[in-house]
């Protein structure tokens, strides 16, 4: 599910160019030490603006992959005699050399519920001395064949995800930013969540041919020679 997100990827264009106006100012009529509190006024103003649109830290949602796969525990008799007769069969696929994979991807509604309700109990997870560990990658398959079916619980919870990740991705990304290069954390979670506005960032701090380091490394110097020991002092 893709989240709009051209109002921060526009923002941070602006603030890019408002740190590139701010830190290569220059005006002859001004004293040194005037020039310098005019690019450091312009560099505090970018900031401001960024500020404002930078998006709350979001909170976990409350229903989660794990809510559905939970939900899928059977409880009724007829249930859990649908799921014996289903695990059953998956017990047998096993056996003939079929992957768990190819079983999952193939399944149908009632199987997946089987094979989540008894995957502590697959010869992967009793063979593996990290069984919790498999028994969330088969659960995380299951979350996925459910969402290819159109599972309405599972759709739901995606697209929860998808807001929660965009939102916490750009809100690193952009705090970050205040203190100057975002760091390779931010950078990856915002590539992950929203590709799209990764790229329009790159974009932006490679434009007008000048690097972003040059950049950054002037409005450091310029928060130094000020007295700024943090981007947000000020904001």
Do not use: C
Not at 38 to 51: C, F, I, K, P, S
Not at 123 to 128: A, G, I, N, Q, T
Not at 189 to 214: F, I, M, R, T
Request: cysteine-free.
């Amino acid at each position: 599910m893709a989240i709009p997100t051209n109002h921060y990827q526009a923002a941070f264009a602006k603030y890019r160019q408002g740190l590139a106006a701010a830190v290569n100012f220059t005006d002859g009529d001004l004293t040194h030490t005037a020039q310098t509190r005019r690019r450091h006024q312009g560099v505090m103003e970018a900031r401001r603006d960024l500020y404002k649109v930078i998006p709350a830290a979001p909170t976990l949602p409350t229903t989660t992959r794990a809510t559905v796969i939970g939900g899928l525990a059977p409880r009724t008799a007829d249930a859990v005699a649908v799921q014996a007769r289903e695990f059953g069969i998956v017990e047998r696929l096993l056996a003939k050399g079929q992957p768990i994979e190819a079983i999952i991807r193939d399944a149908s509604p009632e199987r997946l519920a089987a094979i989540a309700s008894n995957a502590e109990v697959l010869p992967r997870v009793l063979e593996s001395g990290e069984g919790a560990k498999v028994i969330e990658g088969v659960h995380d398959q299951v979350f996925d064949r459910l969402l290819a079916l159109g599972d309405p619980a599972a759709e739901n919870v995606s697209a929860m995800e998808a807001i929660y990740g965009t939102q916490a991705a750009w809100h690193q990304f952009l705090t970050e930013s205040l203190e100057g290069t975002a760091g390779i954390d931010a950078r990856m979670a915002l590539y992950n969540a929203d590709p799209e506005g990764y790229q329009a960032v790159v974009g932006s701090e490679a434009a007008g041919g000048v690097a972003p380091s040059d950049i950054d490394t002037k409005v450091s110097s310029l928060d130094r020679t000020m007295g700024v020991g943090s981007a947000k002092a000020g904001v």
